[in-house]
């Protein structure tokens, strides 16, 4: 089974529009390209990638399908479409969908002034067009509302597949456990819910996190939803503000050493490839 990514960006300043992306973020605020991820992919052993959406616009979607066009290694792509408008949005994947790498799609959520948002009737009947496509939705879940969403899409769209990004963000730094350890259970007791283990770095103090710092939280959500629907993501390049690709890779082993070997095989790749729809 391929080792596979299936959590990483790639943007670029000169030519896209991210409204997140300021002076403020430091260190990732650069273009980054495929060219600069290559080697380190190479140093971990991975082969294949999911990239992710930075941008709710139909231009960072067209520029990660031409990336996807340009580098094998790009397996699949998760991009955007207008779900609170179903009827462009129904035009859109109709396009996206022509795409063989055009493999979900996410909204920044988290980014919306309205908590509930993704559970606004439009939202709705926009996620509805992406069951009926057989494609995902990335759920960016930062707050314990947007998680709260969770099990409600679920039984709202019975037939979406979700995948909750960086374990909805636990309190790694703050130590802290509810209500994160509740609200991401109750999400697995659904079992069209997945989760990737991705992004917990930069939930954890970043000068010092270690994989003992992340154990807690990862192994429960081994616990309630088992590696069949837990995928590995390096949320790169968001991680370098909390080490740098080597090392989220390092310590991911380490929290994933006490698993079997399907079971490890399935976090580090299987689980994105079924949920994907990547042929390895």
């Known amino acids: 089974m391929a080792v596979i990514d299936a959590h990483q960006h790639f943007w670029n300043l000169e030519t896209g529009s991210y409204s997140w992306l300021t002076p403020e973020a430091g260190p990732i605020h650069r273009t980054f390209a495929p060219k600069e991820l290559l080697g380190q992919l190479a140093a971990a052993g991975v082969e294949r990638t999911v990239l992710v959406q930075a941008a709710d616009t139909y231009a960072d979607t067209d520029a990660m399908l031409a990336q996807a066009d340009a580098h094998d290694f790009i397996a699949a792509v998760v991009g955007w479409v207008p779900l609170n408008r179903p009827d462009e949005a129904a035009e859109a994947l109709e396009r996206y969908g022509r795409h063989p790498r055009f493999a979900g799609v996410r909204h920044l959520i988290h980014d919306d002034p309205d908590p509930d948002w993704v559970i606004q009737d439009s939202v709705v009947e926009g996620l509805g067009l992406l069951a009926a496509a057989g494609l995902p939705f990335d759920v960016v879940a930062v707050l314990p509302r947007h998680l709260e969403h969770v099990p ?3 039984e709202r769209v019975p037939g979406l597949r979700l995948v909750i990004d960086h374990l909805a963000k636990p309190p790694i730094r703050e130590k802290g456990w509810e209500p994160w350890a509740s609200l991401i259970a109750r999400a697995a007791e659904h079992p069209n819910v997945y989760a990737k283990v991705s992004g ?29 629907r837990l995928m590995f993501g390096s949320d790169w390049p968001v991680a370098i503000l909390a080490g740098d690709y080597a090392k989220v890779w390092r310590e991911t082993g ?4 006490g698993l079997g070997g399907n079971d490890r095989a399935a976090v580090l790749g299987g689980t994105a490839a079924r949920f994907y729809g990547i042929g390895v």
Do not use: C, K, Q
């Not at 380490?254 to 050493?257: F, G």
């Open 254 to 257: 380490v929290l994933l050493a």
């Open 152 to 154: 409600v899409l679920a």
């Open 200 to 228: 917990l770095n930069t939930a954890a103090d970043a000068e010092s996190w270690t994989a003992e710092d992340l154990r807690p939280y990862v192994d429960h959500a081994i616990e309630v939803f088992g590696p069949d």
